[in-house]
């Protein structure tokens, strides 16, 4: 993949000097996060992490990935709407991943009793790598589909000017006018107004259910705001707000301090450590609720890691898109070899060959949010312990994809200015609206690309790892 900044990088007068205009205009475009010191603060602030320099992304590849993106949607709608299939496929997960059990059990008593709710508001963000041959050409790669709390649509609007102004600083304003708009926060609000639209009641609000710590706040407001913008109310809430205020009336509208909620934007509840027994129940009086739920318990179970590898399965994708050869031809283009270590014959050789070969590998859990995928030693020694055990279906295997590294910078706050070795990871984010049967929006959003250092082998931008970049086309 060419480079389009050597010239620069080994430059270290001129790099000093960009990096310092970069900083001033990250905090000037409101590309902030509070800071973990005091992370219930908005008036102690810092610069979220960002590259340098904009990063090269292979263009034919950025092009594929928005391509494919409607497809993306269509099929986690799909499956969220398949009990069968989510019964079939969840079945030896929810016997060992005691997180994935709860989910599927509340999503259960819920069709059971009936779904209040009519429409349906799909936020996802599909994550890819650049998988480099061995003859030097690249491929896009899928890594997962976050179904649940997908972030940075906000903060990633804003960082495209920064590079801008950067490129123009150190004398490259021609390669500057070549970076793409991207305003991935009015494309999700767009979903949630539409959403709201269809719910049809002025007078409720949409609640973003939020954590405990909000140190990416801004992300938020980001959306918040363009909803604001359309006059639609927002509260944000937490868990316990819903447990200790939380309402349901005779026909299952939800209430909050009296309010009536019409959108319920999850931005919290994707790992274990969001629930105790309280939050548990919280989410249980949310899923009952007839307001849209974004997502639904359906769709967060659509996105686990062992829903990823079966559809990686001849004939999955065809049952689930009957009559769609061409949305099901783009999309496997896009997927890596995914294997499942469900007990049997399949699982055990598959378990051996990791075990041999771990650097071939990346061993995922059913987790959310970053930093909790194993590599390398650390890999094999997980799957020796656990290869005899049925703890190991709840982990699936995926080959390890191998992008090729780039030199840039990474801004972090309070720490030295230093040349990296550095990988990227595209996500293009998804926006869908169902009322009934009936699809009334579907597209891609914007989209997002992270960049770290080689030697991090896992762990996004909320997780301290990767920093916000934006594509430069190549």
């Avoid at 979220?48 to 590849?61: D, G, K, Y």
């Avoid at 649509?153 to 000017?161: K, M, V």
């Avoid at 129940?281 to 079966?310: F, N, W, Y």
């Amino acid at each position: 993949m060419a480079a389009p900044w050597r010239d620069v990088v080994r430059d270290a007068a001129a790099v000093r000097e960009a990096a310092a205009a970069a900083v001033d205009a990250a905090l000037l475009a409101g590309v902030l996060m509070r800071t973990g010191e005091q992370p219930h603060a908005s008036d102690v602030v810092n610069y979220a992490p960002f590259t340098l320099l904009p990063s090269a992304v292979p263009r034919a590849l950025f092009e594929q990935a928005y391509a494919v993106q409607q497809d993306f949607n269509l099929l986690v709608d799909a499956i969220s709407q398949n009990k069968e299939f989510l019964e079939q496929t969840l079945a030896s997960t929810i016997k060992v991943d005691d997180f994935t059990a709860r989910l599927f059990r509340i999503y259960v008593q819920v069709l059971e009793e009936g779904l209040a709710q009519t429409v349906f508001l799909g936020i996802n963000r599909s994550d890819y790598m650049f998988d480099c041959g061995l003859d030097g050409t690249a491929a896009l790669r899928q890594i997962e589909i976050n179904t649940i709390a997908a972030s940075f649509g906000g903060l990633t609007s804003r960082t495209a000017d920064v590079h801008g102004l950067v490129l123009k600083v150190l004398g490259k304003a021609e390669e500057a006018s070549h970076l793409l708009p991207n305003n991935p926060a009015k494309g999700l609000a767009l979903g949630i107004a539409k959403a709201w639209e269809l719910y049809g009641s002025q007078r409720a609000v949409v609640m973003f259910l939020v954590e405990e710590i909000q140190r990416n706040i801004f992300d938020q407001r980001c959306v918040e705001n363009e909803l604001w913008s359309r006059n639609i109310r927002v509260i944000r809430r937490r868990f316990r707000d819903v447990f200790e205020q939380g309402s349901l009336d005779a026909s299952r509208r939800l209430y909050m301090d009296g309010q009536e909620v019409a959108v319920v934007y999850y931005r919290e509840g994707y790992v274990p450590q969001n629930y105790d027994q309280q939050n548990w129940e919280a989410r249980l009086l949310l899923e009952r609720s007839r307001a849209v739920k974004c997502p639904d318990i359906a769709t967060q179970l659509a996105g686990t890691k062992k829903v990823q590898q079966e559809l990686s399965r001849p004939g999955t994708l065809e049952k689930l898109l009957p009559g769609r050869p061409e949305a099901v031809a783009r999309m496997r283009a896009t997927f890596a070899g995914l294997y499942s270590l469900d007990e049997g014959e399949e699982g055990d050789r598959i378990a051996a060959t990791a075990i041999a070969d771990p650097d071939r590998f990346v061993l995922k859990p059913q987790r959310e949010g970053g930093g909790n995928n194993l590599y390398g030693e650390e890999l094999r020694q997980v799957l020796e312990k656990i290869k005899d055990s049925p703890e190991r279906t709840s982990y699936i295997l995926m080959d390890k994809i191998k992008p090729q590294p780039a030199l840039n910078y990474l801004l972090r706050a309070h720490s030295p200015l230093q040349v990296s070795e550095c990988i990227s990871e595209l996500g293009i984010f998804g926006v869908y609206v169902r009322q009934g049967q009936q699809l009334v929006l579907n597209q891609a959003a914007g989209h997002l690309l992270r960049t770290k250092a080689i030697e991090h082998a896992d762990g996004g931008v909320a997780a301290g790892v990767a920093v916000l970049d934006t594509p430069y086309l190549v």
